[in-house]
């Protein structure tokens, strides 16, 4: 059973830009927020941007101005665009969604298996 179905990652040079897309499975019956984590080798996993199903966003200061996150209600899906990467963006990108799956009462999160970023520096 497969939730959360990341996608857009890659290699990239310093400056690049990639998107990340995030689709949610038609088992939900609702999702109230959507957004993204990163990872990286040896680090704890991190907020990087999150956005309510109204179109509230927030974002980790080191990617304001450069990442923007959006969604589409419709089809579920939430998208990471990407500018002016940095090496220090290296990292593998997780989706998470809070809602609920059909026959169930109690919302939950949901993450994704990831997608990898991949700056060089």
């Known amino acids: 059973q497969v939730q959360l179905v990341e996608s857009g990652g890659g290699l990239v040079q310093p400056g690049g830009s990639l998107r990340l897309s995030c689709a949610a499975s038609a088992s939900f019956l609702s999702i109230s927020r959507m957004g993204w984590h990163r990872q990286a080798p040896g680090t704890q996993r991190e907020l990087v941007a999150t956005i309510s199903n109204g179109g509230s966003t927030n974002y980790a200061d080191s990617v304001k101005g450069r990442f923007t996150i959006s969604r589409d209600n419709a089809k579920n899906t939430v998208y990471l665009q990407m500018n002016n990467l940095k090496p220090e963006d290296t990292a593998v990108y997780y989706c998470?969604?809070?809602?609920?799956?059909?026959?169930?009462?109690?919302?939950?999160?949901?993450w994704g298996q990831g997608t990898q970023v991949t700056v060089f520096s």
């Open positions: 998470r969604a809070v809602g609920r799956l059909v026959g169930k009462i109690l919302p939950l999160e949901y």
